[in-house]
């Protein structure tokens, strides 16, 4: 059974690694990746060299690789210190809807947004997060924004230090070490840290309860059983509250203890207790939440509430790839409760009757590229603005993108190599009961998300750690097939070299073939890139109030562009042209005036220098006109709310368009000699690879 959990494990990132590699999907267009031929390259580049490494590290003593983790622990906090204080911002929809919406309640109000009848699993965390805002005091939307980065900091620290210690005490200090060096080189585990969302929150638990379990199974007396299936509990009941998916994890406990555990009667028994205590605290803790809401003046809306099913329908959603449409969810919902329950009967039979077998198999092919086939996990898109921001990286933005994205994905890659190749190893023979557990839980949140819910590319962020873990368990073990290779007495030396001249001869050819394809489209070719100058585009679907404009009067919003720009965007002002006049203005003076058109596309093509800008909309009719805006009364989006209006803000994008290859022809050289270096070092890494006395069995 444990071989078929390998294999099972092997199919799913056999396909996930063909989707990372030449079918992506993401939050950027395709000019800025690289092709595959070039990403294919560049990841066998760095999994050589990784595995090197690793060679080099099973030859240190324990101190020295602890050492190594831990300078590269020290330079990892350096960086997340630098990026908690230099980039603030309020996330788009979802994070951002939570953040005001605590503040709201930290300032004594219990108005919730219409957003949590959809999305009550957030009610929670926005409870928590409100407490935070009470305890520290903090009232600005900078102070906010540094408090949050600093909590997920120290989460997503605490969880990759205990999958260190687990890769540490079950595989090798090696591997530990090389853990470290892969997560950290791992953006996303930085990025997403300046976004206080649910999977920033519920990273740790998976880890929390792998160690917990771990120490249940180490215990022999009842009592100290009992004790630690009770803090199982408690960390999977606190998780769940804020992410429930997480339920994976005990249904994970329990296929693992059916697999991996000596089942005998007094086990059972111990088993089974320890199952009451489990749901006994889980129940109570569920009940200790409903209290908490009704106390915050929380009620679900049983009518606009969706059913449970209702997620699984919007998986079905060719046109959407399986994500949540704000289009899907309002047919279901909306009426009374077993209205919305024939309503998502009605989609699901439809749905299925146009999708066919086939077209169910293609879903879950679609699903799996739109949630896995990214390492970067739209990173770039959330936040979707700063408020503080350094400026080298507002100048450089799609340059640095590109670099992050594809050496993210490249690193990505290269973790789903060494995971599959690490899975095939253990399908042929198992060794490692820890690694069958990383497979049932990331196997479980796959199904989960590809079967019976939505799919999108965060959600798989709660498994990173343990697909990292799963690739440094891979990489040890390639690398222990190397040793036996290098230990063998028809091998030698001479072996050693011509390796290092087939590595060198593989990654010149394959380079030079990923640079000749490469060089057209990335380098020759102009494309179109857009630049964020300013942005106010917090979502008012949930926090929204009318600004009543009276007959020919006006209303002003103040925009402050420090750079250049050509574009500016109004969605709110789109289709009113019959209605509205809007000026750009600079000192008083209309620089620009939307014309009829301009308005009916929301948007203005205008190039301007860097300044203190003003957009005045004027309601030209003899009749009031109540335009939508966005409204926060206790934390302040930005230092430019409407005049006259301190609480209410304009969604708008200050834009800088233009057409230009993303890299210059010497740039996409370097990248590429960068890689040749690589493959140079992991050469001569394989040919003086020390000979020590190192006992391994024979091949023979």
């Known amino acids: 059974m444990r071989r078929a959990v390998a294999a099972i494990t092997a199919i799913v990132f056999g396909i996930i690694f063909f989707t990372a590699l030449a079918r992506q999907t993401g939050d950027v267009s395709g000019a800025l990746w690289l092709l595959p031929s070039s990403l294919f390259f560049m990841s066998l580049t760095v999994g050589v060299f990784m595995v090197v490494i690793n060679l080099w590290l099973g030859r240190l003593s324990n101190r020295w690789s602890n050492w190594i983790s831990l300078v590269i622990?020290?330079?990892?906090?350096?960086?997340?210190?630098?990026?908690?204080?230099?980039?603030?911002?309020?996330?788009?929809?979802?994070?951002?809807?939570?953040?005001?919406q605590a503040m709201n309640l930290a300032n004594g109000s219990r108005?919730?947004?219409?957003?949590?009848?959809?999305?009550?699993?957030?009610?929670?965390?926005?409870?928590?997060?409100?407490?935070?805002?009470?305890?520290?005091?903090?009232?600005?939307?900078?102070?906010?924004?540094y408090l949050l980065n600093i909590v997920n900091f120290i989460l997503i620290d605490f969880t990759l230090i205990m999958s260190w210690r687990l890769i540490k005490r079950y595989v090798a200090t090696s591997s530990a070490a090389m853990f470290a060096l892969l997560a950290a080189s791992f953006a996303p585990f930085y990025w997403f840290a300046l976004t206080f969302?649910?999977?920033?929150?519920?990273?740790?638990?998976?880890?929390?309860m792998i160690i917990l379990l771990n120490r249940y199974f180490a215990r022999h007396d009842p009592i100290g059983k009992m004790t630690y299936a009770g803090w199982m509990a408690l960390t999977f009941t606190l998780g769940y509250l804020v992410k429930p998916n997480l339920l994976i994890v005990p249904i994970a406990i329990f296929l693992y203890w059916c697999l991996a555990a000596r089942i005998n009667r007094t086990s059972?028994?111990?088993?089974?207790?320890?199952?009451?205590?489990?749901?006994?605290?889980?129940?109570?803790?569920?009940?200790?939440s409903h209290v908490v809401q009704t106390d915050y003046g929380y009620r679900l809306n049983q009518s606009k509430k969706l059913p449970t099913a209702s997620w699984a329908v919007m998986g079905l959603n060719a046109d959407s790839g399986g994500q949540f449409t704000e289009t899907d969810a309002k047919q279901m919902s909306g009426n009374s409760p077993k209205a919305n329950q024939r309503a998502t009967q009605r989609l699901a039979h439809q749905r299925l009757t146009e999708l066919g077998v086939w077209g169910v198999v293609k879903q879950g092919y679609q699903k799996t590229m739109n949630m896995w086939s990214t390492g970067n996990l739209t990173m770039f898109q959330s936040p979707d603005q700063f408020f503080k921001q350094p400026t080298f990286y507002q100048v450089h933005k799609n340059k640095l993108q590109f670099l992050a994205i594809n050496l993210t994905q490249i690193i990505y890659i290269t973790v789903l190599g060494a995971l599959l190749i690490g899975s095939l190893f253990e399908m042929l023979s198992p060794r490692r009961n820890q690694v069958l557990f990383y497979e049932l839980i990331v196997l479980g949140i796959y199904t989960m998300h590809t079967i019976f819910w939505t799919v999108d590319p965060h959600f798989a962020y709660m498994t990173l750690p343990l697909l990292f873990m799963m690739a440094a368990t891979g990489l040890h073990d390639i690398s222990d097939l190397l040793r036996q290779f290098f230990a063998h007495p028809a091998y030698g030396e001479r072996g050693r070299t011509w390796t290092g001249i087939v590595v060198l001869l593989i990654f010149a050819i394959g380079l030079g073939y990923a640079d000749h394809h490469n060089r057209q489209p990335l380098v020759e070719t102009a494309v179109t890139q857009t630049q964020v100058v300013s942005s106010q585009l917090v979502s008012n679907y949930a926090q929204r109030d009318l600004l009543t404009i009276k007959p020919h009067h006006s209303i002003v919003q103040p925009v402050v562009a420090n750079r250049p720009f050509s574009q500016l965007t109004l969605p709110e002002v789109t289709n009113q042209s019959d209605k509205l006049s809007v000026g750009l203005q600079l000192n008083g003076h209309t620089l620009y005036q939307w014309s009829a058109d301009d308005i009916d596309a929301g948007l203005a093509n205008t190039l301007q220098d860097p300044g203190h800008y003003t957009l005045k909309i004027t309601n030209y009719t003899d009749h009031s006109f109540s335009l939508p805006t966005t409204a926060s009364p206790y934390l302040p989006l930005t230092?430019?709310?409407?005049?006259?209006?301190?609480?209410?803000?304009?969604?708008?994008?200050?834009?800088?368009?233009?057409?230009?290859?993303?890299?210059?022809?010497?740039?996409?050289?370097?990248l590429?000699?960068?890689?040749?270096?690589?493959?140079?070092?992991?050469?001569?890494?394989?040919?003086?690879?020390?000979?020590p006395n190192w006992q391994e069995p024979s091949l023979d």
């Open 672 to 691: 590429f000699i960068s890689f040749a270096i690589l493959a140079i070092i992991s050469a001569l890494g394989l040919e003086y690879w020390p000979d």
């Open 197 to 208: 969302y649910v999977d920033s929150i519920a990273v740790v638990i998976p880890l929390m």
């Open 111 to 145: 108005h919730w947004f219409n957003y949590f009848t959809w999305y009550p699993h957030n009610v929670n965390l926005t409870i928590v997060l409100a407490w935070l805002i009470q305890l520290f005091h903090v009232k600005s939307t900078l102070a906010v924004g």
């Open 268 to 288: 059972v028994i111990r088993g089974l207790a320890g199952l009451a205590v489990f749901l006994v605290i889980w129940f109570a803790g569920v009940g200790v």
């Open 73 to 100: 622990l020290v330079v990892a906090i350096v960086i997340q210190g630098y990026m908690a204080f230099s980039f603030v911002g309020i996330g788009s929809n979802d994070p951002a809807l939570i953040r005001l």
């Open 639 to 670: 230092e430019r709310s409407i005049n006259g209006h301190p609480a209410h803000y304009l969604r708008y994008r200050v834009l800088n368009v233009f057409s230009t290859p993303i890299i210059t022809n010497k740039q996409y050289q370097l």
